[in-house]
């Protein structure tokens, strides 16, 4: 049961290129999100999805896109990457049903990924 | 949309004192707020949440508090442990699993 994985963990971008960041998880849950850590900015919600097929802006979603075509992954995508796209990226997931019997709430992360766009 | 206020941004405190995170929100709707621990290099992890119909939860050295009528809720430490140095973010949402808006982190040091 490996959570919530994300690939790539480092990438090194030049100005204008593209990318994509792939999430993954194994939980069968049904929302997934998308954040940027900067210091002193906390974590910010860059997109989010309720379901398979479905995606929506989260606090900061300029430069971005996402798509959500299979329920265990959640694509983020750069189309032309800006300095101030630097950050590191989580994805989580969660779920809104009962696990066990309780709901928990919680967000499970990924590990990150660090992206630097020169 | 939600806006979710924490204070300090860096708090240092001795070894076994006690150590207060406050956080202060803006949308009415919010009814769920956890609390997020993330030691250096790692990911964030729900450490204690609450609930809207609950003014106070405790669990072994950490408790949260609820004010829902002035839009604030703190987390409390008490007899810190150099492990507990961390960055501690505060959340609100408007029901558990849904999409969570994150106050700015804290972080805590705590010297032996």
């Known amino acids: 049961n490996a959570g919530v994985t994300q690939t790539p963990k480092f990438r090194v971008l030049k100005t204008g290129q593209s990318m994509t960041l792939l999430c993954a998880q194994d939980m069968n849950h049904e929302y997934m999100y998308w954040y940027r850590q900067d210091p002193g900015m906390g974590l910010r919600l860059i997109h989010y999805s309720v379901g398979e097929g479905t995606t929506a802006k989260g606090e900061v979603p300029d430069g971005y896109n996402v798509s959500r075509l299979k329920k265990q992954n959640f694509l983020l995508g750069l189309e032309s990457a800006a300095p101030s796209q630097t950050s590191v990226y989580f994805c989580a997931s969660s779920t809104i049903g009962f696990l066990g019997g309780r709901n928990t709430g919680e967000l499970f992360f990924g590990e990150g990924s660090r992206l630097t766009v020169l | 949309g939600e806006n979710v206020e924490q204070h300090p941004s860096t708090l240092s405190v001795q070894e076994g004192d006690s150590a207060v995170i406050k956080c202060t929100y803006s949308?009415?709707?919010?009814?769920?707020f956890p609390w997020y621990k993330q030691e250096l290099g790692k990911r964030p992890q729900l450490i204690i949440d609450?609930?809207?119909?609950?003014g106070e939860k405790k669990d072994q050295r950490i408790a949260v508090t609820l004010n829902k009528t002035a839009k604030h809720f703190s987390l409390h430490i008490t007899e810190t442990q150099p492990e507990d140095s961390a960055v501690y973010f505060c959340a609100a949402s408007a029901l558990p699993g849904g999409k969570l808006i994150f106050g700015q982190g804290t972080e805590l040091s705590v010297k032996p």
């Open positions: 949308d009415s709707a919010s009814n769920y």
């Open positions: 609450i609930r809207s119909n609950v």
